[in-house]
């Protein structure tokens, strides 16, 4: 039974992607007034290829609507106009876009991939709109400037979540041929640590068939880089190294903004957030440790699996509304999040790890990076802020994400020719 409770919390905005939520909406008009269910008897007759098309008619001519909206937001946001542009006043929260979303084509495109259109008792769903949000996105860059970089999370991103990065993953290939293109790749994580040799154990199997690659030269090797702990911690690939990584100096990829962070802000901040951690911990009972890193503080399970869903959420909403009411939050970027397994409060976040990257590359602009990411949401997710520094695609596994790279191959080739 659905207690009002769950009702509630389902609802809630920082589980909701609200121009997902409006375009699901808009949907549900054609589904509930041109698919509805047909009985057994109707299963095979012409009626339901009819029914079918009429359907994809309609859901393609609201995607071009939307379409429509988001070119227009995006010159209206461009141009700078006087108040707000109308997909803004339709979804406030809605952000910046930093190429054109093919949503017509896209829809199409995924249509034949998961059959919408033809579905008579599931409506288009969260995940349906997702995908062709992600392939208008891939349609927008290989359009308009081109692809420079692709920054990846690590965890459910390249790898299940907790796990490695093994050689016979098949998105090292994937990674491989994005470096054969002269596309820079970053991995942008929240592990923060400090020794190549952390990060060497998580990504062994990519860094070592990267070594072992015969049809790379030395210029695309050095184009794979790890930023750690959000945006705290930069390794560049180097073949000489036994981990196969060397740190890099803050000052050679630290953003001008970052340099006038206090040192005295920052460890304020991680004081208040450690109280606060603390504070949950022994409010919830959770049966967690608590981690205290240079740059950033955080609480883990001391048994895998022991953390409810709704724990980590809450401990995660609490830390980020206390830190960002005091003083040093004001000052300092920060991202509370949960991790799936654990919650981690980090000096900084991926959207100025994401620029870091674009800067040490010399510059890459946002319209010509493409962050990839699971976690999207407005609240304890740590991708979501990467939407202010590039173009984004939210996937679901590391199986997705193989997915999406074999799409933007497909969309290259059919491009260029």
């Known amino acids: 039974m659905t207690t009002r409770y769950r009702v509630e919390y389902a609802l809630k905005s920082h589980r909701r992607d609200q121009l997902i939520e409006w375009i699901k909406g808009l949907l549900a008009v054609p589904f509930v007034l041109h698919s509805q269910p047909t009985t057994i008897q109707q299963e095979h007759n012409e009626r339901l290829a009819e029914v079918a098309h009429d359907t994809h008619q309609r859901y393609a001519e609201i995607f071009r609507d939307v379409e429509g909206l988001l070119n227009d937001h995006i010159e209206h946001e461009r141009s700078e106009a006087a108040g707000k542009s109308k997909l803004r006043l339709l979804v406030p929260p809605v952000g910046t876009f930093f190429t054109r979303l093919y949503l017509e084509e896209a829809f199409k495109y995924q249509d034949k991939q998961r059959f919408i259109s033809r579905r008579r008792f599931v409506a288009p769903s969260f995940n349906d709109v997702r995908l062709i949000l992600n392939s208008a996105q891939l349609l927008g860059l290989v359009r308009t400037k081109g692809l420079q970089l692709v920054t990846f999370d690590g965890d459910v991103t390249l790898y299940d979540d907790g796990a490695c990065l093994a050689a016979d993953s098949p998105v090292i290939?994937?990674?491989?041929?994005?470096?054969?293109q002269n596309i820079k790749v970053a991995i942008v994580t929240a592990a923060g640590y400090t020794e190549a040799a952390k990060y060497y154990e998580r990504l062994q199997g990519l860094l070592d068939v990267l070594h072992d690659s015969t049809d790379l030269t030395d210029d695309q090797r050095s184009g794979l880089i790890v930023m750690g702990g959000e945006s705290n911690y930069l390794f560049q690939y180097d073949s000489s190294s036994p981990h196969k990584l060397t740190y890099v100096?803050?000052?050679?990829?630290?953003l001008p903004e970052m340099?006038?962070?206090?040192?005295?802000?920052?460890?304020?901040?991680?004081?208040?957030?450690?109280s606060s951690l603390r504070a949950c911990v022994a409010n919830l009972s959770l049966p967690v440790s608590v981690l205290r890193k240079d740059r950033a503080v955080g609480v883990y399970p001391q048994i895998k699996g022991q953390l409810h869903r709704e724990q980590l959420e809450e401990t995660?909403?609490?830390?980020?509304?206390?830190?960002?009411?005091?003083?040093?939050?004001?000052?300092?970027?920060?991202?509370?999040?949960n991790g799936g397994n654990d919650v981690f409060i980090d000096i900084g976040d991926k959207s100025w790890g994401v620029r870091a990257c674009q800067r040490y590359f010399g510059g890459i602009q946002p319209a010509r990076t493409l962050h990839v990411g699971d976690q999207f949401l407005s609240a304890g997710a740590n991708d979501f802020k990467a939407r202010l520094a590039s173009t984004?695609?939210?996937?679901?596994?590391?199986a997705e994400t193989v997915q999406l790279l074999d799409e933007l191959d497909d969309l290259?080739?059919?491009?260029?020719n």
């Open 173 to 180: 290939p994937r990674i491989l041929r994005l470096l054969r």
């Open 249 to 254: 100096p803050r000052e050679k990829w630290l």
């Open 259 to 274: 340099m006038s962070w206090d040192e005295e802000d920052v460890k304020k901040l991680l004081d208040i957030a450690e």
């Open 316 to 337: 995660v909403l609490v830390v980020q509304n206390t830190v960002e009411r005091s003083e040093a939050g004001s000052r300092l970027p920060f991202c509370a999040f």
């Open 392 to 398: 984004t695609a939210w996937i679901a596994s590391p």
């Open 412 to 416: 290259q080739h059919s491009t260029a």
